[in-house]
């Protein structure tokens, strides 16, 4: 298996414009969770699924923050509209029940 | 609720110096730990972890690290650090009694000097 895959890597925006982040998690694994790392406050758990349903999204900043998982292999995280105190690395991870946390690359976000 | 502190932000160590990053945790539960390495523009990958058992873990790569539940910590030790060793570490805890998600520390930053 190929790992966590998220794209795109980097994304330099505007503010005010749409972000999607996308997400495909290992085959197989019933977890997903989507976390935020910035240098102030580490890393966060924004939201995650278990079996393509969002478990707990009390980690969400803002409205303007959303994500989906239409299927076991896809999800996304979406912005909008985006503000520069966006700015941080998203990573994306799945797990299968107790095994380890496997994490994606991440997305460095720049929002101008 | 679970929550992680890692007490030093930053570790300098010169090379082939023993290292030791310091983790205290708390719950009201009982709990898995966990210990994260994240190499620069890489995601995180799990470098040991305490379910139950010997207190004491290994990893491949010759750190270990103890569970102590009195004193609620689970610090991560090597003996004799390389160049290679330098990155992020991330300590995280987990609620035994369910599937919940791993609440992370800040992170320590080990730089080893040459």
């Known amino acids: 298996d ?23 998690p290992i085959s197989g694994h019933d977890y997903l969770f989507w976390y935020r790392q910035t ?18 999204d009390s980690g969400m900043p803002e409205d303007r923050f959303s994500a989906k998982m239409p299927n076991a292999s896809f999800s996304t995280l979406k912005i909008q509209p985006s503000e520069p105190r966006d700015s941080a690395v998203y990573f994306c991870a ?18 101008l | 609720a679970q929550s992680v502190t890692q007490l030093d932000s930053q ?57 102590n539940k009195s004193q609620t910590s689970f610090h991560l030790r090597k003996p004799s650090v390389h160049i290679s060793d330098t990155a992020e570490y991330f300590c995280a805890v987990s609620e035994v009694s369910g599937n ?11 730089s080893v000097i040459a």
Request: proline share 5%; hydrophobic share 40%; net charge negative.
């Open chain 1, 39 to 56: 240098m102030m406050r580490g890393l966060e758990l924004l939201i995650y699924f278990n079996n393509n349903v969002p478990i707990d």
């Open chain 1, 2 to 24: 190929a790992g966590v895959i998220q794209s795109p890597r980097h994304e330099v925006t505007e503010m005010g414009q749409e972000v999607t982040l996308r997400c495909k």
């Open chain 1, 94 to 111: 799945s797990r299968q029940g107790w095994e380890k946390l496997f994490f994606g690359s991440g997305t460095q976000l720049s929002v």
């Open chain 2, 100 to 110: 919940t998600p791993l609440v992370f520390g800040k992170g320590t930053r080990l």
């Open chain 2, 11 to 67: 570790v300098p160590v010169f090379e082939e110096a023993p290292v030791e990053l310091r983790c205290n945790y708390s719950s009201s539960v009982s709990v898995y730990l966990f210990w994260y390495v994240q190499y620069p523009n890489q995601g995180l990958q799990l470098l040991l972890k305490y379910l139950s058992g010997s207190t004491l873990v290994e990893s491949i790569n010759g750190f270990e690290a103890e569970f």
